[in-house]
Structure formats: structure tokens, C-alpha cells
């Protein structure tokens, strides 16, 4: 099955600084890419996703890159702010029914804390 | 508009005994999953049903862990004999189709502790 590998595990910046977590993963078959933040006590939000057919999408302060070849993909969050402080989690899927649709079977990777120090 | 709602936020349990999770997913959406979260992990798939069906139940730890969803709506899963090391936080998350990887929607998890 799929694995998914995130570093650093722990990152902290200034205020104003970018921050940057990459992941790599095993299937190449996968083939949707969504990045979560999770804030302490409250479920996983999706900021981000990127599909393979694409090599990056920007939204704001936040963008994402994949490189199929290389089977990895990166978070990059520009100037950055304290609200950014939380934990980063990137996952992986291309799990498919039996009827050849895709859906949300996502292997996650263990997790960025970042901390944004004013 | 009102998002993923999981209850009860909390809940401790001996060890040996059976638990509920309820969750009500997003009014519409068709496709539910469940995830457990143990301590500085991500989630880790559990289930996923597309209407009242489990299209996928490979996630399941054991026989003692089972999900339903009778109207397509509103799911639970259920622990029997609960064990220590099932303790985690369960999150459910619903999808508008489940097709062609529509976002995930994550509710904010029952914390489940059995001592």
C-alpha cells in the first residue's frame, strides 16, 4: 500500500519568514495530493490539494508543488504569521472502487509542527 | 453553514466494555469516512461508506470495530470490548460525492480513552 514520509517533523520561524515541509511517497498510482492544518483539539482542515495533472497551485501566502517523477511534494507558506502555528499534515491517494471511481482513502504523513515566533 | 458534528467530544471507558461514536456528516454528502488519530500520528483510515453501504472496511483493526450508516446519513461506530490501546482520537469526515477525490471535510474527533 501507499507510504507517505513528511519532514521535518518539527520547524520554527520568525514572523515573516517562509517555512517549507516536504513529503515523499511510495505509489505511483496516487494521484491527489491535499495538505491539512490542525490546530490543537479540532480536526484536520484542508488548505491546499494538488491533482497529478498539475505541477503547482498557489492560494495566497500558500503553495503546492509535486514532482511525479521524484514522488515527492512540497507545502511552501510565505510570510509567515502566528495564526500559521499548528500542525501541517500531508497525505496521498489513487485508491479507486470497484466501479473505477476515486475517492478519499488518504495515507497521511506523520505530521509538521510549525511554530511562528512573533 | 454547519460543518462536521461527532459526539460526544470526550469519553472515558473501562477496559471490557462497548462504546458508541456518533457522527452527523455535512447535510448532502453522500460519501463518510472514518479515521482514528493516535498521539503525534496523522489519521489513519478506518471506513468508508458511499450512501448505507461500507464500500471499503479494509481499515478496521479487528472484529471487535463496526460502522453503519442505515439512512445514509448519521453513522456510529462501535467498539466492543474496548482495549487500552484503542485509546485515540476518532475523527469522521464526509465528502460531497466521493468521486473524483472530492475535499474531505473532518469533524473534530471524540477523544476515546479506555483505562
Known amino acids: 500500500g501507499e507510504n507517505v514520509e513528511q519532514h521535518p517533523s518539527t520547524l520554527s520561524v520568525q514572523e515573516g519568514d517562509s517555512a517549507v515541509i516536504k513529503c515523499t511517497y511510495s505509489d505511483s498510482a496516487s494521484n491527489y495530493f491535499p495538505w491539512y492544518k490542525q490546530e490543537l483539539g479540532k480536526g484536520p482542515q484542508l488548505i491546499i490539494d494538488?491533482?497529478?495533472?498539475?505541477g503547482e497551485k498557489k492560494d495566497q501566502r500558500i503553495a503546492v508543488t509535486l514532482n511525479k517523477t521524484a514522488k515527492h511534494f512540497s507545502l511552501h507558506i510565505t510570510e509567515t504569521q502566528p495564526e500559521d502555528s499548528a500542525v501541517y499534515f500531508c497525505a496521498a491517494t489513487g485508491r479507486v472502487n470497484a466501479g473505477g471511481t476515486s475517492y478519499g482513502k488518504l495515507t497521511f504523513g506523520q505530521g509538521t509542527i510549525l511554530t511562528v515566533h512573533p | 453553514g454547519a460543518g462536521v458534528s461527532q459526539t460526544p467530544s470526550n469519553k472515558v471507558t473501562e477496559k471490557g466494555k462497548y462504546v458508541e461514536l456518533r457522527c452527523d456528516p455535512i447535510?448532502?454528502?453522500?460519501?463518510l469516512y472514518w479515521y482514528r488519530q493516535s498521539l503525534g500520528q496523522g489519521p489513519e483510515f478506518l471506513i468508508y461508506f458511499q450512501g448505507t453501504g461500507a464500500a471499503d472496511d479494509s481499515g478496521l483493526p479487528n472484529d471487535r470495530f463496526f460502522a453503519v450508516r442505515p439512512e445514509g446519513s448519521v453513522s456510529t461506530l462501535k467498539i466492543q470490548r474496548t482495549e487500552r490501546g484503542d485509546s485515540a482520537v476518532y475523527l469522521c469526515?464526509?465528502?460531497?460525492?466521493?468521486?473524483?477525490?472530492?475535499?474531505?471535510?473532518f469533524g473534530n474527533g471524540t477523544r476515546l480513552t479506555v483505562t
Open positions: 494538488i491533482r497529478s495533472n498539475v
Open positions: 469526515a464526509s465528502s460531497g460525492t466521493g468521486r473524483n477525490n472530492s475535499p474531505l471535510h
Open positions: 447535510s448532502g454528502h453522500t460519501a
